[in-house]
């Protein structure tokens, strides 16, 4: 599975900013897709995660309310709608597949290429 993240940018808090993750190579609907982000300084975090069926969403406490992760089959691409952006939420975000351990633990299977997204204050 090939994964295509874009969609980062600039954006000042409190503002809005969609991600999308493209897949290619196999049936998309047969892995569950995750964001993670890894900011400057810090390991890499789990951020949200969709199941292969779309119908279980798992959040990190800091984003719940805020982010909401989201797939269309029919385009082989997961998103990420993040509101209410905070200072603390710049960071490169990735885009990953796998199975449900993998993604909920961290250790997905494919990961994406990054995306930088950096909130100003």
């Known amino acids: 599975v090939q994964l295509q993240a874009c969609g980062g940018g600039l954006v000042q808090a409190g503002g809005s900013l969609r991600l999308s993750c493209a897949a290619s190579g196999r049936t998309f609907s047969d892995y569950n897709m995750g964001w993670f982000r890894q900011a400057p300084g810090k390991d890499r975090e789990f951020v949200a995660c969709?199941?292969?069926?779309?119908?279980?969403?798992v959040y990190t406490a800091s984003v719940k309310g805020r982010f909401t992760i989201s797939g269309d089959n029919t385009k082989n691409t997961v998103y990420l709608q993040m509101n209410s952006l905070k200072p603390e939420d710049t960071a490169v975000y990735y885009c990953?597949?796998?199975?449900?351990?993998?993604?909920?633990?961290?250790?997905?299977?494919?990961w994406g290429q990054g995306t930088q997204v950096t909130v100003s204050s």
């Open positions: 969709i199941s292969s069926s779309g119908g279980t969403t």
């Open positions: 990953a597949a796998g199975n449900w351990v993998e993604v909920t633990t961290g250790r997905p299977h494919y």
